[in-house]
């Protein structure tokens, strides 16, 4: 068993940065693949960015590209995920998933690809 536990979302005028944090715990030998999503209300939940095993294995969702940094700490079994020039659109529930079962090796875009998730953190960008 893996256990998520998101951080970082709040309250933040358009324009601004944040910084999401990612942290797991239990199972955590090896390194899983992480996805970020995020869901705003009434709107499917969408694919944000991927990290696999590797730094170099990252991954994000097309329209965003440069906006969105992944980025793996593997001392602290965090993942974060950096958003800047934050926009109004970019409001929703952020959430992280894991990969276990590939070892990092597979990094996917689609939600049902990931075993274990997290409870969420919210992000809401003021215009």
């Known amino acids: 068993q893996v256990q998520l536990v998101e951080s970082g979302g709040g309250l933040v005028q358009a324009g601004g940065s944040l910084r999401l944090s990612c942290a797991a715990s239990?199972?955590?030998?090896?390194?899983?693949?992480v996805g970020w999503f995020r869901q705003a209300p009434g709107k499917d939940r969408e694919f944000v960015a991927a990290?696999?095993?590797?730094?170099?294995?990252?991954y994000y969702r097309d329209s965003e590209k440069g906006r969105f940094t992944i980025s793996r700490d593997k001392a602290k079994n965090t993942v974060y995920l950096q958003i800047d020039s934050l926009k109004f659109e970019d409001t929703a529930v952020y959430y992280c998933?894991?990969?276990?079962?590939?070892?990092?090796?597979?990094?996917?875009?689609?939600?049902?690809?990931?075993?274990?998730w997290g409870q969420g953190t919210q992000v809401t960008v003021s215009s």
């Open positions: 998933a894991a990969d276990v079962k590939h070892g990092g090796v597979v990094v996917t875009r689609m939600a049902r690809g990931y075993e274990y």
């Open positions: 239990g199972r955590t030998s090896s390194t899983p693949a």
């Open positions: 990290i696999g095993y590797s730094p170099e294995m990252t």
